[in-house]
């Protein structure tokens, strides 16, 4: 598994090295709806990995997936590299290490903002405006509403976290009651 | 219902503004967690070693860094961890509360209390690697520490600040060894550290009853990684122990730790270092096995500053084979080793030490010169009868020099013998050296032997108080000293009743 990764972000760095200057944000956002829809279709990777169907039919497959990107030519030709080396099935892991890769390169954090209550779009705006101060990075984020945090807000990246909510606040005072017997 | 939210809003937004910058937390995700190991994503700029806290209560330690991973062990088995867990980081690396409070008390590899006597307050914490003493820091080894094993003070003696090893087969009385040492501390201002790493809790707590009962937990501290507990509170103890010795050491005081024992500590090693898939080597041990030990015993030593830290590790053999990889590791580690030989302890002979395959590196410079006066020739005169009873057990006739120092060295072996629980003063021990060096002994028969010493240890204390009380404060016998214990034995010779034997008893 780990080597997979490791070989997925090889391809998806040979992409962004060749084709790094065309690819925009936007195209970035669309494939991101493709990893959610490989996601939810694990089945369609299993297909991919099966030797007696056609590179040709796996190869129409993903067109008909990328159809809709309107710069689809870089990741086509990662598509087309990874069907002749028998790597179909990794089409899901390159293309995350791709988004990864991008994001990184361009200091963009997708967060996960997630609050007891809703809250307004200014409001949102505010705190992704805080998190970019805080991180220095340009913030993409999800909203989601929790009620298990009680009451606050919590916003949550890969590699960060800021919460401030009654269940952090309890869950630290149970931590301390415990650590204490 | 708005209107409450809006509030809320509000309130955090005033919050969002007066946030500093360390509430961002650093974090990953639980990709794998099984065997006490776990694997995060995320943690980039984690350091080894660090202490790692997740959001369920579970916490951990770093292990390996790896390109988009970290690998953690868990200090709490019980405490589940789920998978995409998020953990944090806490910037700082493991540390153990040390602190007076910590004297009596039988705590586990975390400082946490086993004893039910409460909470432990300490108001100091430190990190558990830590660096050694250099050497201008240091100062040699030069004051005895008395174990009251005779068989120890004067063949391989222990100094203040030395290593020595206790290697031997399981029930060769390893353990009664560090007993009796420990028990002799009493009223020396040594503190005594006993780390007891994969040993069953039954045997544990048999000990610690025992300390409690001889009335010597005062200056003890029991920590304890049993069998059952996570690997990795096994591998901690060892270092928990002494960064515990070490507080005591720097306020001057002297400290005794008991590592008990290091082989268990050493298979705790490797199964950490199997899980982290690292390259295993001879006997499956990871190649930085040795350091493991080294770094740990070179924390031991006596320091210019005035403290100590003397460091008894324990190692089991199987079989009597000290050739196998982690003993042979810590026998170049230590400075000496006391081998304990199934074979002596089946012939009943306890503490089963065996003398030639003993040493003690820098031991003789910390001898009590009285007893190191005494005991001249004793290694060579117990060597002389091993080979002798060797060679007599074919049935060949010795001639009468040879059957005399069969005799002496049936004595010598004698006197050696100590029951657990009694310990010898080096000035006891000073008088019943000199019984066997000045040939007083030899006209006992060797049934009689330890009665008579311990008769004749009792007389010097309870008639011949003054001179008793020259030799514990000068530490050394003159010439006029030997002189009047000279006459004092054959005075005592004359009042000593050797037993009947059995048959006219009958």
Redesign the interface.
């Known amino acids: 598994m780990e080597h997979q ?2 070989l997925s972000r090889k391809y998806a760095q040979a992409v962004l090295n060749v084709f790094g200057q065309s690819i925009s944000r936007d195209d970035i956002m669309q494939v991101q709806h493709i990893i959610i829809f490989l996601e939810q279709h694990k089945k369609a990777l299993f297909f991919l990995r099966l030797s007696h169907i056609d590179i040709t039919v796996k190869e129409h497959a993903l067109d008909k997936l990328f159809q809709d990107l309107s710069n689809k030519k870089p990741f086509m030709a990662l598509v087309k590299l990874l069907l002749e080396e028998n790597r179909g099935h990794m089409i899901y892991s390159a293309l995350s290490e791709l988004v990864t890769l991008y994001y990184q390169a361009h200091k963009i954090m997708p967060c996960t903002i997630t609050t ?5 779009a200014e ?1 949102l705006d ?2 992704q405006q ?1 998190l970019a101060r ?2 220095g990075n340009d913030i993409i984020y999800t909203y989601a509403r929790d009620t298990s945090l009680i ?3 919590r916003a ?1 990246s ?7 909510s009654i269940r952090k606040q309890l ?1 630290e005072l ?2 301390h009651m ?1 650590s ?2 | 219902m708005k209107d409450r939210s809006t509030d809320l809003v509000s309130l955090f937004e005033k919050s969002l503004c007066d946030v500093p910058q360390e509430t961002l937390d650093e974090i990953g995700v639980v990709v794998q967690v099984g065997d006490g190991i776990c694997t995060i994503y995320g943690l980039t700029n984690a350091i080894y070693g660090e202490l790692i806290e997740f959001e369920g209560g579970n916490k951990g330690i770093v292990f390996s860094l790896d390109e988009d991973s970290v690998a953690i062990f868990l200090l709490y088995a019980a405490v589940p961890v789920a998978e995409l867990e998020v953990v944090k980081r806490t910037g700082t690396v493991f540390k153990t509360p040390v602190g007076d409070a910590m004297l009596g008390r039988v705590i586990n590899a975390l400082g946490k209390p086993l004893d039910a006597l409460g909470e432990i307050v300490c108001k100091e914490h430190r990190p558990i690697e830590v660096g050694i003493p250099q050497i201008v820091e240091r100062s040699p080894v030069s004051e005895s520490l008395e174990t009251g094993i005779i068989a120890i003070d004067a063949l391989v003696p222990v100094g203040k600040g030395q290593r020595e090893l206790i290697i031997g087969n399981r029930n060769t009385g390893k353990t009664s060894i560090i007993f009796d040492t420990i028990l002799h501390q009493k009223d020396k201002n040594v503190i005594c550290i006993y780390v007891s790493i994969g040993q069953r809790q039954a045997n544990l707590a048999r000990f610690s009853r025992m300390l409690e009962e001889h009335g010597v937990m005062d200056y003890c501290i029991v920590i304890s990684a049993d069998s059952s507990e996570a690997v990795l509170n096994q591998y901690l103890a060892p270092y928990v122990g002494c960064t515990i010795g070490e507080y005591f050491r720097d306020q001057g005081k002297d400290v005794l730790i008991i590592y008990d024992d290091l082989s268990n500590h050493a298979i705790a090693f490797r199964e950490m270092s199997l899980l982290l898939r690292r390259a295993p080597g001879r006997e499956a041990y990871p190649g930085d096995v040795f350091y493991l030990h080294s770094r740990l015993l070179e924390r031991a030593g006596k320091l210019v500053s005035g403290g100590s830290l003397t460091a008894l590790p324990i190692v089991q053999i199987q079989g009597d084979d000290i050739t196998a990889y982690i003993p042979t590791n810590l026998i170049s580690i230590t400075d000496g080793q006391i081998f304990l030989d199934t074979k002596l302890f089946n012939q009943g002979i306890r503490p089963a030490v065996n003398i030639e395959l003993s040493v003690s590196r820098v031991g003789g410079a910390a001898q009590t010169k009285a007893i190191k006066r005494m005991t001249k020739a004793l290694r060579l005169e117990l060597a002389q009868y091993n080979e002798l009873l060797d060679f007599a057990q074919f049935g060949t006739e010795l001639d009468e020099i040879s059957r005399k120092k069969l005799a002496r060295g049936a004595r010598a072996v004698e006197i050696l013998k100590q029951p657990q629980t009694v310990g010898y003063s080096f000035v006891d021990q000073t008088l019943i050296l000199f019984l066997l060096k000045e040939d007083f002994l030899d006209k006992i028969e060797v049934k009689d032997v330890q009665i008579y010493i311990r008769q004749f240890v009792s007389f010097m204390q309870s008639v011949h108080k003054d001179l008793y009380a020259i030799i514990l404060k000068d530490e050394d016998v003159s010439d006029d000293t030997i002189k009047r214990l000279q006459e004092i034995g054959v005075e005592f010779d004359k009042l000593f009743v050797p037993t009947e034997d059995e048959d006219l008893l009958d």
């Open positions: 990764i490791r007891s209550h809703s809250i307004s409001s505010k705190v805080f805080q991180t009451a606050g807000i949550q890969k590699t960060v976290l800021w919460e401030h869950r149970a931590l415990a204490e017997g």
